[in-house]
C-alpha cells in the first residue's frame, strides 16, 4: 500500500533523510519511530504531498504524490499532533466540511458522517460545539473526519499525545476496529513505546535520516538483545537528548492549502 524507494530530501547542506526504502502492506498498522529531528516529519511531509523528495520515489496504492498529488491526497487521510478541528463549529459540521472539501456525496455522507460518530462514541454529542469537548472527544472526531472519505491509508502523527490511559485505549480500540473491518492501512508515529508495541504489527526505526532497524517488536528486541521496546529503541538510536521537530499545526495549514488548490 506504501511503498517508499531510495528516497532521500536535502535542505541545502542537510541532508534530512538519506536514501530510505520500506514497504507498508495493505490493512497493516506500521509504526515509524525516532528521536525528534532524526527525520520522521520531514518523511511523513513527502508521503502526504507537502514536501517533494530530492531524490527517490514514493507510492501511494499504486500513486505517485509527487506526480498526482491531489488523486494521491484522496486515497489517504491524515492526523497531525496538534489540534485542527474549527472550534467554533459543532462535530457535525466539522464532519460535513471535511466530506465537502473531499466531494464525499451527499447520499453516503450522511451515512458515513452518523456511522463514525457513532463508531468513536460521538454522535450524541454531534450538536455541540467542539469548544466544549475535552481533549480526547477532540482527537477522536479528528480520526473520524480522518476515516470520513473512506481512505485506504489513515497517517496518524503522535495521535494519542497528552491523552490518558482511558482515551488512548479507547481511541485504539476504535481505529483497530476500522482497520479490520475496511482495511485501513495505518502508517503511526509516536513516542510512546509501548504503544507502539502493542499496537504495530511492524516498526520501523530512523535515526539520523537513516532506517536502522526495521521489523517486528519482537525481531527489534531480538537483534539488540533487550526485553522492551524501549530499550531496543535506545539501543538502536542512543540517549541523547534531540532538537525538536517541525511545527505539525505549520504542516496541517500548509496541506489545507494545497488542497484547495
Given at each position: ?5 531510495n ?74 499532533q ?8 459543532t462535530a ?5 466540511y ?11 455522507r ?6 463514525l460518530?457513532k ?7 454531534r ?8 481533549g ?17 491509508i ?7 499525545l497528552?491523552?490518558?490511559p ?8 476504535h ?15 509516536t ?9 504495530a504489527?511492524?516498526i520501523a ?21 533487550t ?9 538502536l538510536?542512543?540517549?541523547s ?21
Amino acid at each position: 500500500m506504501i511503498r517508499v524507494e531510495n528516497l532521500s530530501r536535502t535542505f541545502g547542506k542537510l541532508e534530512a533523510v538519506r536514501n530510505i526504502s520500506f514497504e507498508v502492506g495493505e490493512g497493516e498498522i506500521f509504526a515509524f519511530l525516532g528521536p525528534n529531528g532524526a527525520g520522521k516529519t520531514t518523511t511523513i511531509r513527502m508521503l502526504t504531498t507537502l514536501l517533494a523528495p530530492t531524490s527517490g520515489t514514493v507510492t501511494l496504492n499504486g500513486l505517485d504524490p509527487a506526480v498526482h498529488p491531489h488523486e494521491a491526497r484522496k486515497h489517504f487521510g491524515i492526523v497531525f499532533q496538534d489540534p485542527s478541528l474549527d472550534q467554533d463549529l459543532t462535530a457535525q459540521e466539522n464532519m460535513e466540511y471535511h466530506a465537502v472539501l473531499y466531494h464525499v456525496p451527499r447520499a453516503v455522507r450522511r451515512q458515513r458522517i452518523e456511522m463514525l460518530l457513532k463508531l468513536f462514541e460521538l454522535w450524541d454529542r454531534r450538536n455541540d460545539l467542539v469548544k466544549k469537548f475535552s481533549g480526547g472527544m477532540r482527537r477522536r472526531l479528528e480520526i473520524a473526519r480522518g476515516l470520513l472519505h473512506t481512505p485506504k491509508i489513515l497517517f496518524l502523527d503522535e495521535p494519542t499525545l497528552g491523552l490518558d490511559p482511558q482515551s488512548r485505549n479507547q481511541m485504539w480500540t476504535h481505529i483497530r476496529r476500522m482497520n479490520e473491518t475496511e482495511r485501513v492501512t495505518v502508517f503511526l508515529t509516536t513516542h510512546y513505546m509501548e504503544e507502539a508495541d502493542r499496537v504495530a504489527q511492524r516498526i520501523a526505526i530512523i535515526d539520523h535520516g537513516k532506517i536502522v532497524a526495521t521489523g517486528t517488536s519482537e525481531e527489534l528486541k531480538a537483534r539488540t538483545q533487550t526485553s522492551s521496546l524501549e530499550d531496543a529503541f535506545l539501543a538502536l538510536t542512543g540517549t541523547s537528548i534531540r532538537a525538536e521537530s517541525a511545527d505539525p499545526a505549520a504542516q496541517m495549514r500548509t496541506f489545507a492549502r494545497m488542497w484547495r488548490r
